[in-house]
């Protein structure tokens, strides 16, 4: 299995990026897939994601009305297109495809969490 983040870059902030990952050589029937992100000093956290039997996104408090997470190819690539960007949105963004999606507050995470992608860098200038 094996996903694949592109689109990060740098940005002023009040602008776009549209990220994308794509997933390849799984095969399950049960699953979420989505993004995530990690700020240097702090601990990574859920983004927004989907399952393979839920088409709508979950987002995270802080980039809800920001963030459009969309998919296509059997939800086998994703795109985040991020506007209004923050400078507190810069971050290392991931691709992660798991099970058991659970609420934690103003995010989420995966119970279990079987593959990350390479990451993507967004920087978002003030």
């Known amino acids: 299995v094996q996903l694949v983040e592109s689109g990060g870059g740098l940005v002023q902030a009040g602008g776009s990026l549209r990220l994308s990952c794509t997933a390849s050589?799984?095969?399950?029937?049960?699953?979420?897939i989505g993004w995530f992100r990690q700020a240097p000093g702090k601990l990574r956290e859920g983004v927004s994601y989907?399952?393979?039997?839920?088409?709508?996104?979950d987002y995270a408090d802080s980039v809800k009305g920001r963030f459009t997470m969309s998919s296509d190819n059997g939800k086998k690539t994703l795109y985040l297109q991020m506007q209004s960007l923050k400078p507190e949105d810069s971050a290392v963004y991931y691709c992660?495809?798991?099970?058991?999606?659970?609420?934690?507050?103003?995010?989420?995470?995966?119970?279990?969490?079987?593959?990350w992608g390479q990451g993507t860098q967004v920087t978002v200038s003030s």
């Open positions: 050589g799984f095969i399950f029937d049960d699953y979420a």
């Open positions: 989907i399952t393979s039997s839920e088409d709508t996104p």
């Open positions: 992660g495809l798991g099970r058991s999606p659970v609420r934690q507050g103003s995010t989420f995470l995966f119970r279990n969490l079987d593959v």
